[in-house]
C-alpha cells in the first residue's frame, strides 16, 4: 500500500453503517486510528442505538485500531467531548469526515419546518460543529484534512429534498470558506458528492445495481481526499468506481453602458450574459469582485 494512514487519527461521523463504516474500516486498514461516531439513530434521525460499537469490533477484528462514540453531531459538548477524548487517548486529530446525516423528504409544499429544521441541523450545522471542534487542534498541529458530505440534490436539486439539498449545498459553501482559512495551517478542505445503495437510498437503487452501487467503491475518491497529498477546496463525485470533479463557474458576462443600466438591457443582453465561452472557476469571492472590476475597465476602454 503506498498511500497509508500510519500516524494519523481519524474522526468519521456517521460510520455506524454505509459510507461512514466503509471509509472508517479502509482507514484504520490502512493505519489510521479511527473514531467511529454514531449516534445510531433511523433514518429520519430519530432513535439511537451501539451501531458504532458494532463497526469498532469489526474494526479490531481485522487487526486495527478504533473507538467509538455515541455523540450527536448536532450537541456541541458531546462532540467536544469526543474530539477530547480523541486527542487525550491519541494526542491529535488529523482527518475528520463529516459523514452523518438523515432524510426528510417531502415535497416543499408538504414539508413542515420541523422537517426543514432538523435536517439543516445535522448536516450542515453537525458539520459545522464537528469541524469547530477540531480547527484549533489541526491549526496548532498544522495539518489538518476535513472532507464534507455534499450531494447532487445540493449541487444540482432533487424533487422532494429542499431540505436536504438546502443542506448539502450549505456544506459545499463551509467548505469553499474554511480551505481558504485553513490553508496556512496546511489543513485541507474537501467535499465529496457520493452516489451509493446504502440504507438512505434503499428506495431508489433495483437489486440487479445494489453490488455496483457498494460503499465500498466511494471509498478510494473519499480515502484519496483525506490523504497526505490530498488536493483542496474540490468538489468531486464518487459512485460506482467513477470518479468526477464539480465545478462552480462565472461566465464573462455583460457589462451594462453608463446610461443604460436597465432591466431592458439585462433582457436585451441575456444570450451574452449567460454564453458559456470563456468561463472561469473563481477561487474565491474576491476574485469574482476582481472579474466585475477587469469587466467595467473593459468597457471604458472601449467607450
Ligand atoms: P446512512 O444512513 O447509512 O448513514 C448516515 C449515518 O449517520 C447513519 O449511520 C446515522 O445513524 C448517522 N447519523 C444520523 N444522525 C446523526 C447524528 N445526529 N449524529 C451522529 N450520527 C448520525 O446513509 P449513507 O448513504 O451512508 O450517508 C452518508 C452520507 O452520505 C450522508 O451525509 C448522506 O447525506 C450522504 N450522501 C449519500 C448518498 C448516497 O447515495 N448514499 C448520496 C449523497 C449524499
Given at each position: 500500500m503506498s498511500i497509508t494512514f500510519d500516524g494519523r487519527v481519524a474522526i468519521v461521523t456517521?460510520?455506524?453503517?454505509g459510507l461512514g463504516r466503509a471509509y472508517a474500516l479502509e482507514l484504520a486498514r490502512r493505519g489510521a486510528r479511527v473514531?467511529?461516531?454514531?449516534?445510531?439513530?433511523?433514518?429520519?434521525?430519530s432513535g439511537s442505538s451501539d451501531a458504532a460499537a458494532k463497526v469498532v469490533e469489526e474494526i479490531a477484528a481485522a487487526g486495527g485500531t478504533a473507538i467509538a462514540n455515541g455523540a450527536s453531531v448536532t450537541d456541541p459538548e458531546q462532540v467536544e467531548a469526543m474530539v477530547r477524548s480523541a486527542q487525550e487517548t491519541w494526542?491529535?486529530?488529523?482527518i475528520l469526515i463529516n459523514n452523518a446525516g438523515i432524510l426528510r423528504d417531502r415535497s416543499f409544499a408538504k414539508m413542515s419546518a420541523d422537517d426543514f429544521r432538523s435536517v439543516v441541523e445535522v448536516h450542515l450545522l453537525g458539520s459545522a460543529l464537528c469541524t469547530k471542534a477540531v480547527w484549533e487542534i489541526m491549526r496548532a498541529q498544522a495539518y489538518g484534512r476535513i472532507l464534507m458530505t455534499s450531494s447532487s440534490s445540493g449541487l444540482f436539486g432533487n424533487f422532494g429534498q429542499a431540505n436536504y439539498g438546502a443542506a448539502k449545498l450549505g456544506i459545499a459553501g463551509l467548505a469553499r470558506t474554511l480551505h481558504l482559512e485553513g490553508a496556512k495551517y496546511d489543513i485541507r478542505v474537501n467535499t465529496i458528492a457520493p452516489t451509493a445503495a446504502t440504507r438512505m437510498t434503499e428506495d431508489i437503487f433495483p437489486p440487479d445495481m445494489l453490488a455496483l452501487f457498494n460503499p465500498d467503491n466511494v471509498v478510494p475518491a473519499a480515502l484519496y481526499l483525506v490523504s497526505e497529498d490530498a488536493p483542496t477546496n474540490m468538489i468531486v463525485g464518487a459512485g460506482a468506481g467513477v470518479v468526477q470533479a464539480t465545478y462552480v463557474t462565472l461566465t464573462q458576462g455583460y457589462a451594462l453602458p453608463e446610461g443604460r443600466r436597465t432591466v431592458e438591457e439585462v433582457a436585451a443582453n441575456w444570450d451574452r450574459i449567460t454564453d458559456r465561452s470563456g468561463e472561469i472557476v473563481p477561487q474565491s469571492g474576491a476574485e469574482q469582485a476582481m472579474t466585475i472590476l477587469r469587466a467595467l475597465q473593459a468597457t471604458q476602454g472601449t467607450s
Open positions: 456517521g460510520a455506524g453503517g473514531v467511529v461516531n454514531d449516534l445510531g439513530g433511523a433514518r429520519d434521525g494526542g491529535g486529530v488529523h
